[in-house]
């Protein structure tokens, strides 16, 4: 049975969400850099201090969050990948469904992934959310291949799967971009 939040659980998730989605709005009537963080706080009704509380990352994390469920998703894909299935693959049909890769995006999501895509400063913050789980990715691989985190294969492979996003989101159709990424990381870890 799930836990049902208490009030203040409650009042801080909306308050977040309001914050979040007052941003998104903001940022895809005006662009990224037009928007500052006190028009933000006003559009959601909050204080800017209460602003850094919730998204200490700053604007950015308004639209990307913190990137800890990327940890968490990259170690899932690896890990309940089907009997018998490729690491490789695991890691290619979990990065199908995010952002610029996924088919069934709902226009309000893909607005969004445009705007991360085409805003620099988003953009960067995305690629440093993704590529700061290079251990994490090497460590589960390892894992689950028997190898050595430490071993600059491994790393490389992680290094390089965690490029892919900020790579081929910008390729004119960035779903075939993948494929590709993933076909030449195959030829060099064929056992994987």
Known sequence: MAEIPGRRARKKAATRQALADAALRLFLERGFDQVTVAEIAAAAD???????VHFPGGK???????GGERAE????AVRDRPAGGS???ALRDFLATRGPFAADLDPDHRRRTR????????RAHARKLWTDNEAVLARVIAEETGGDPAELSLRLLARFVLE????????????????????HL???WPDL
């Open 115 to 122: 705007l991360v895509v085409e805003t620099p400063a988003l």
């Open 60 to 66: 950015e994390a308004l639209v990307l969050g913190d």
């Open 164 to 183: 892919v996003p900020d790579l081929a989101a910008l390729e004119p159709d960035p779903r075939a971009a993948l494929r590709t990424a993933f076909a």
């Open 186 to 188: 195959r030829a060099g």
């Open 73 to 76: 998703a990259l170690t899932a």
């Open 87 to 89: 690491v490789l693959d």
């Open 46 to 52: 909050t204080a800017v201090s209460t602003l850094f």
